[in-house]
């Protein structure tokens, strides 16, 4: 499904993103206070505040077990055993780091609505960036339009916030949404298991069966973050005979936009809709809609119970 509009988009200009919309104090804090905390993806890693299924030497107490051949013998709990005179070994929960990988949509469409539904789509990436970092997990972001681009190797530190903000400001417009070729990209570059966030409007040219084939070869744990307007569905300024122009590919074709046209319009839009919700359901993956004329940080709290939700 590709978005169309009224109005030729080679005669605007594309918004920049300003580093004061990206890296406002009062944002930062209020992202600062989530807690992105998803399911094991990997027994290794640094600690963090990630919490592993696996019982091992982290660093919260959680259970006993009778101690086994080969266990090691620091575990061992002497109080239960002077106790009991039965030799008892102690779990901890273990604490990992959770690898985080944002892929946010700079695609050419996304930079020419009034505000440019790409802020929103950077802040989103920028404040799940912020829960991250703060919780001592590596963060890459690669940015993609008709390719994969690399803005940021997977790192960690809470330091390295700002510096991504500033690095943000400079992304321009790309071309045409291609996630095909975006995925494969990625996918090449054999990084270890963890939570990749697709950050886009998802109106690729070759329709959910391009997302679908897309999303097939990515060996991680998804989250989608789907960038809404509510004119999206119901666009009442589409009336009349209209020349109407594809975001991306500026291809034209004149229309009578009649109820009946608007209704087939809307079922249309509502089947993508339905359609993404379920690719999500299939790969166990979250889909959140993120209204792009709303606070953005509010809204990614939705995905978090008590700011402690698995994704």
Not at 54 to 73: A, C, V
Not at 76 to 89: A, E, M, N, P, S
Request: aromatic share 8%.
């Amino acid at each position: 499904m590709n978005r169309t509009t009224g109005v030729n988009p080679s005669t605007g200009t594309a918004a920049s993103a300003t580093l004061p919309e990206l890296f406002d104090t009062e944002f930062l804090e209020a992202a600062q206070r989530l807690r992105l905390v998803a399911r094991r993806v990997a027994p290794r890693g640094r600690f963090a505040e990630q919490r592993s299924k696996s019982k091992g030497s982290g660093l919260e107490f959680q259970d006993y077990r009778p101690y086994t051949h080969g266990d090691d013998m620091r575990a061992i709990d002497w109080t239960v055993y002077r106790r009991l005179g039965r030799v008892f070994v102690r779990l901890f929960e273990e604490h990992e780091d959770l690898p985080l990988y944002l892929l946010p949509d700079i695609s050419r469409s996304l930079w020419i609505e009034s505000p440019p539904r790409v802020i929103a789509g950077l802040q989103a990436a920028l404040a799940l960036a912020a829960v991250s970092l703060g919780a001592h997990d590596s963060v890459g972001v690669f940015p993609f339009a008709e390719d994969l681009s690399i803005l940021q190797r997977p790192t960690s530190g809470k330091g390295r916030l700002a510096t991504l903000a500033a690095r943000m400001q400079t992304l321009q417009p790309g071309g045409a949404t291609n996630l095909r070729t975006s995925l494969k990209r990625f996918g090449g570059m054999r990084l270890r298991p963890g939570l990749v966030v697709i950050v886009s409007d998802f109106f690729d040219e070759g329709g959910l069966e391009a997302i679908t084939e897309s999303i097939r070869g990515v060996r991680h744990k998804l989250l989608f973050v789907q960038l809404v307007r509510a004119t999206d569905r119901d666009p009442k300024a589409l009336v009349g005979d209209l020349r109407l122009v594809d975001c991306e590919t500026s291809d034209a074709q004149d229309v009578s936009i009649s109820p009946a046209v608007m209704q087939r319009y809307q079922a249309a839009y509502d089947r993508f809709s339905e359609g993404l919700a379920a690719l999500a359901r299939s790969r166990q993956a979250g889909l959140l809609a993120l209204d792009v004329e709303s606070d953005v940080v509010p809204q990614i709290a939705s995905l978090f119970e008590n700011g402690r939700r698995e994704v």
